[in-house]
Structures are given as structure tokens and as C-alpha cells.
Nanobody, 119 residues
Framework: QVQLVESGGGLVQAGGSLRLSCVASGSIFRINPMGWYRQAPGKQRELVAEMPSAGAVNYADSVKGRFTISRDIAKNTVSLQMTSLKPEDTAVYYC????WGMGRWEVYWGQGTQVTVSS
């Protein structure tokens, strides 16, 4: 079994910054990719940023230039530095990891952390 635990959400004013962190633990041989999704009320879950073990990072157009994803592959962690936050960034943010363990690939999700940006 694999667990993803997120931290770092909260309430911030527009223009402010927040940093989200996520650590994966359990039966993990490899993670590829690892990243962040978000879901606002009444909307579908959407990709924010995703980082493969090698290759280019994938960012949603709406966050390019404002958010930066980073990963520590050895420690199974991923972080999301969010700057110049806007009210439309308000959502529950979920850590996601595609994990190779127990002989197969499987996607795991964290419990979610609330990010609220006030205008």
C-alpha cells in the first residue's frame, strides 16, 4: 500500500505565495510521474503541474510563470511553490503519484489540501 500526505495549504491574499509539499510512503519501487492536480467547487479535477523522472515538466497554461514544481526522487517528495496567487487558484489541491510497486503501475492520490485566495 502507498500513502501520499500533503501539507502547506491555507488562506492567502491575492498576490501572495504558498508552498505545498507531499511525501509518498509505502511499497514504492519507482514513481513516474509525480505532480499536483486541483479541483474547484463545481468543476472537474485538473492538472496543475506534473514532473516525470526525466524530461520536461508539464504545467497548466493558467499557472505557467507563477507556479514551480520540484521533486526529490530519492525521498519520494514533490513540492509546489505558488506565487502571484489569484482568487481563481482557490481549490482543493491533490498530490498524485504513478507508482510502480507490487509488480504493477498504479495511480495514488493524497487526501487533498485546501488553498483559498481572497481578493
Amino acid at each position: 500500500q502507498v500513502q501520499l500526505v500533503e501539507s502547506g495549504g491555507g488562506l492567502v491574499q491575492a498576490g501572495g505565495s504558498l508552498r505545498l509539499s507531499c511525501v509518498a510512503s509505502g511499497s514504492i519501487f519507482r514513481i513516474n510521474p509525480m505532480g499536483w492536480y486541483r479541483q474547484a467547487p463545481g468543476k472537474q479535477r485538473e492538472l496543475v503541474a506534473e514532473m516525470p523522472s526525466a524530461g520536461a515538466v508539464n504545467y497548466a497554461d493558467s499557472v505557467k510563470g507563477r507556479f514551480t514544481i520540484s521533486r526529490d526522487i530519492a525521498k519520494n517528495t514533490v513540492s509546489l511553490q505558488m506565487t502571484s496567487l489569484k482568487p481563481e487558484d482557490t481549490a482543493v489541491y491533490y498530490c498524485s503519484a504513478n507508482v510502480w510497486g507490487m509488480g504493477r503501475w498504479e495511480v495514488y492520490w493524497g487526501q487533498g489540501t485546501q488553498v483559498t485566495v481572497s481578493s
